[in-house]
């Protein structure tokens, strides 16, 4: 099962809504690459909502470290 993002804005805030499974493979790299589009594309203050996220492992943890560090890349 792949990720499904979902997209909000409030005010300057975009919130990504993730649901699934953040597993090693394809799931973890497509939160990488969403949160890298966002941040090229001009936007600096998100939020990850991961409420919907059923499962995540050590690589989706990694994954959520590599997000946060892509605004500073």
Do not use: H, W
């Not at 890298?36 to 600096?44: K, R």
């Not at 909502?49 to 892509?70: C, E, F, M, P």
């Amino acid at each position: 099962m792949s990720l499904e993002f979902t997209l909000s804005r409030f005010g300057v805030v975009t919130v990504i809504e993730v649901k699934g499974r953040v597993v090693a493979g394809p799931n973890a790299e497509s939160l990488v690459a969403k949160v890298q589009e966002l941040v090229q594309n001009g936007e600096t203050r998100l939020v990850l909502d991961l409420a919907k996220v059923s499962y995540l492992d050590s690589t989706g943890i990694s994954a959520l470290i590599r997000a946060a560090a892509a605004p500073k890349m």
